[in-house]
């Protein structure tokens, strides 16, 4: 259930989805807060990225629905829900790998006005390297560029699908807090995980997927005193 | 009057989601310009291979108009799919761009290629 006291900026709701006659979802939801930083665990193949994907439009739901702001969407689709501000970075390949990085943030500051393209040097910092394709950067930096760019998108909502995935420690720690300024700016931020440390450190509401639905626990201390939540996902952390 | 009228429904019609911005734009119209290079020699290949090579004249390079459109359709259709190959779909959704644009798009060149070959008098 969505928290009492706040208005959710994206809803995803009510999602059935079954892969021929394997069922992955089971009524899950989650909801995104503006100012906030939303986090989504589970284990591998509980169904988060079926969430999002179902969610988003890039993958059918049998029931669901999406609701941006004050729009429903009953047949989503990720083209009009970014028209709408919502990015979607999803858990590899974001980028063309026929256009440098930069070449691609010009074209997305082409296409959106309100863009920040400056934000992406928070967390990109070295020079030249968005000269690069992204062929041309490693697992990490690639990462980060990803990340970035969805934070130079200046979105209304951010939907990232294991954003600190390949990350060394202190990088997955950099886009985390990353994550969370972009939240304290007014973004309200998605996102699915297996580093609980980092991700834990930024999260403001904390979703935990298992049995191919959702449950709600709360904030990050309500989460680390949900014994189920803590014995049957974080075990030693 | 009467363009006060129209410039808040085509506003409120967002008619540039059709279209990627310049750098995607470029990238999509090159693409299935070589698409079209690649399907028109397979048209070629085809021709030789089933009636010979004295029957690649010059006549052979008009094709008749549903052969032209369903090449057309192709390509599109082709590029749509090294797009998903290459998981450049999510990025263009991300800037708007539906997958009716894409193939809008896509089907530009090879249209303007054939209209092309209408024109040139051989």
């Known amino acids: ?237 | 009057m009467r363009r006060a009228f129209l410039l808040p429904n085509l506003g409120a019609m967002h008619p540039w989601w059709l279209v990627p911005p310049p750098p995607f734009r470029g990238l999509l119209l090159r693409r299935a310009a070589v698409l079209w290079i690649l399907g028109r020699l397979m048209v070629a290949c085809f021709v030789l291979i089933a009636e010979g090579p004295g029957s690649l004249t010059a006549d052979a390079v008009r094709l008749g108009m549903p052969a032209s459109l369903a090449l057309t359709g192709f390509v599109a259709a082709l590029t749509l799919l090294d797009l998903h190959r290459r998981h450049e779909v999510i990025l263009l959704a991300n800037l708007g761009v539906s997958q009716v644009g894409i193939v809008f798009l896509a089907s530009l060149p090879p249209l303007a290629f054939e209209a092309l070959t209408w024109l040139i008098p051989v």
């Open chain 1, 1 to 237: 259930m969505a928290d009492p006291g706040l208005t959710p900026r994206l809803a995803i709701e009510s999602v059935w989805k079954q892969f021929g006659r394997r069922p992955v979802l089971r009524n899950a939801s989650v909801w995104a807060y503006g100012g906030a930083v939303t986090v989504l665990f589970g284990r591998n193949g509980e169904g988060k990225s079926t969430l999002l994907r179902c969610g988003l439009g890039l993958l059918r739901a049998g029931v669901g629905v999406t609701i941006l702001g004050p729009r429903r969407h009953h047949r989503p689709s990720l083209a009009r829900l970014a028209r709408e501000g919502l990015f979607y970075l999803p858990d590899r390949d974001l980028f063309s790998p026929q256009l440098t990085v930069a070449a691609q943030v010009r074209g997305l500051a082409a296409r959106f006005p309100e863009s920040e393209p400056a934000r992406l040097e928070r967390i990109v910092p070295e020079p030249g390297l968005l000269d690069r394709h992204a062929w041309e950067m490693s697992g990490g930096e690639r990462r980060r560029a990803e990340v970035g760019y969805a934070g130079a998108r200046a979105p209304a909502v951010l939907v990232a699908d294991e954003p600190l995935r390949g990350l060394a420690p202190l990088d997955a720690q950099a886009v985390a807090d990353y994550l969370g300024t972009l939240a304290a700016e007014g973004c309200a931020v998605l996102v699915t995980g297996h580093e609980a440390r980092a991700l834990l450190d930024v999260a403001d509401h904390v979703v935990w997927m298992t049995g191919g639905t959702t449950h709600h626990l709360g904030d990050r201390d309500a989460a680390l005193a949900h014994d189920q939540f803590r014995n049957d996902y974080l075990r030693h952390i």
